[in-house]
């Protein structure tokens, strides 16, 4: 699938997915098991696996944002009290509206009615 807007990268996507999540929650259960089925079932995913203390997400974390097809949002009890899970939403916000990205919210061990 081709994005459409405007960009500096590729318009063919590099990853199929984009997990965002606040790791303390859910890095070591719930998103590593997402990871790992998505990859059996063949589904080019990113995940980023290090932890940081940074207020910034780093470049090449929005280089992977913009290049996915779909960004699958894992969005648990921590994940607004984050930065770092905030500056991401808004980027995955920005490439739903620019490049048509699909954004896919999952919620864990949180009730969305609230």
């Given at each position: ?101 699909k954004v896919l919210p999952l919620f864990y061990d949180v009730d969305p009615s609230c």
């Amino acid at each position: 699938m081709a994005f459409s807007g405007d960009s500096s990268s590729s318009s063919i996507p590099r990853w199929d997915v984009f997990l965002s999540f606040r790791g303390k929650d859910t890095r070591k259960n719930f998103t590593a098991h997402l990871y790992a089925a998505l990859r059996r079932e063949g589904i080019h995913t990113f995940m980023d696996d290090k932890l940081r203390t940074g207020e910034e997400i780093s470049p090449a974390l929005v280089k992977a944002i913009e290049e996915s097809e779909i960004s699958i949002i894992v969005l648990s009890k921590n994940y607004t009290s984050s930065r770092w899970c905030l500056d991401e939403l808004m980027k995955i916000l920005e490439c739903r509206k620019t490049r048509r990205q699909k954004v896919l919210p999952l919620f864990y061990d949180v009730d969305p009615s609230c």
